[in-house]
Nanobody
Framework: QVQLVESGGGLVQAGGSLRLSCAASGSRFSITLMGWYRQSPGKQREWVATISSGGSTNVADSVKGRFTISRDSAKNTAYLQMNSLKPEDTAVYYC????????WGQGTQVTVSS
């Protein structure tokens, strides 16, 4: 079983930056893919970015050029660096890990004020 704990959310003004972290514990050696999703009130959860165990990344078009996903395998932690934040980036951000099943973190709130 994999446990995921997100941190780093908060309130920031438009144009600002935040870095989210997702620490994996438990059967973390089985993880092949880690990613970030987000969900705004009244909307479906949407994919933001993923990174493979080999370091290959994919980022949604809506955040491309502003968000960067990275991974520190030694710390079993994935990061989402978010720059040039916009009010429409406001959401609860969830970490996902895939490996012997799909695992989710509890989410961390990101609020971007205009």
């Amino acid at each position: 079983q994999v446990q995921l704990v997100e941190s780093g959310g908060g309130l920031v003004q438009a144009g600002g930056s935040l870095r989210l972290s997702c620490a994996a514990s438990g059967s973390r050696f089985s993880i092949t893919l880690m990613g970030w999703y987000r969900q705004s009130p009244g909307k479906q959860r949407e994919w933001v970015a993923t990174i493979s165990s080999g370091g290959s990344t994919n980022v949604a078009d809506s955040v491309k050029g502003r968000f960067t996903i990275s991974r520190d395998s030694a710390k079993n932690t994935a990061y989402l660096q978010m720059n040039s934040l916009k009010p429409e980036d406001t959401a609860v951000y969830y970490c996902q890990a895939i490996g012997l099943g799909v695992h989710w973190g509890q989410g961390t709130q990101v609020t971007v004020s205009s």
